[in-house]
């Protein structure tokens, strides 16, 4: 089985931090998503990569930046952490169009 | 803008009988279209996905897909309680983005 793990399920940060999301899958997927999940609005694609150090601005990539050093490694970076990125995030990893689910991290910006 | 609309529900129905989830998609150059199931909490996983005009069956689950009409959607039959979750329909025009539905609540009533 496919195997996407998020470093946190929960995070509370603080206003202007800057802050780091982690996620690593175990499949070799050369393509790899971030995603932010809020009531109402469903999944928007923030960034994705399809290759080591690749990356493509989705639907809503101000405020965040990513890093993908390695294959297996996609990182997402909150630059300033603001009160409105406050939400779920998604990360997931496709070798085709089918994507897999991290459990997600439930970051909260104060 | 690309859209995946979908009936944010709830959609309550009673255990036994067959639920019907719609989504129509925006994008005409659409090609693989993918149903996932989230409940409450949990990250998204893959249920069933289709490619083709016509009904995909696997167990208790039919995709349907018109794209003429631009319609797709998600019948369950005999419905059970543990069926009760959201249901994200996900649309993919090639490449590497999937535009994903808001989601519509279900809960079958025991």
């Known amino acids: 089985d496919v195997k996407v793990t998020q470093s946190s399920r929960y995070l509370v940060k603080r206003t202007g931090e800057k802050v780091f999301l982690e996620c690593v899958q175990d499949?070799?997927?050369?393509?790899m998503f971030w995603y932010r999940q809020d009531p109402g609005l469903g999944l928007r694609l923030i960034y994705f990569s399809y290759d080591v150090k690749m990356k493509e601005k989705g639907d809503i990539p101000e405020g965040y930046s990513v890093s993908r050093e390695k294959k297996e490694r996609f990182s997402l970076i909150l630059e300033s952490a603001s009160t409105n990125q406050t939400s779920m995030y998604l990360c997931a990893s496709s070798f085709r169009e089918e994507a897999h689910f991290g459990d997600g991290t439930r970051l909260s910006i104060l | 803008q690309k859209e995946v609309e979908q009936n944010s529900g709830p959609l309550s129905v009673p255990e036994g009988a067959i639920a019907s989830l719609n989504c129509t998609y925006s994008d005409r150059g659409s090609q693989s279209f993918f149903w996932y199931r989230q409940y409450s909490g949990k990250s998204p996983e893959l249920i069933m996905f289709?490619?083709?005009?016509g009904d995909k069956e696997d167990g208790r689950f039919t995709a349907q897909l018109n794209k003429a009409s631009q319609y797709v959607s998600l019948l369950i039959r005999d419905s059970q309680p543990s069926d009760s979750a959201t249901y994200l329909c996900a649309v993919n025009a090639g490449g590497f983005k999937t535009i994903f539905g808001a989601g519509t609540r279900l809960f079958v009533k025991a």
């Open positions: 289709i490619y083709s005009n």
């Open positions: 499949m070799d997927h050369e393509n």
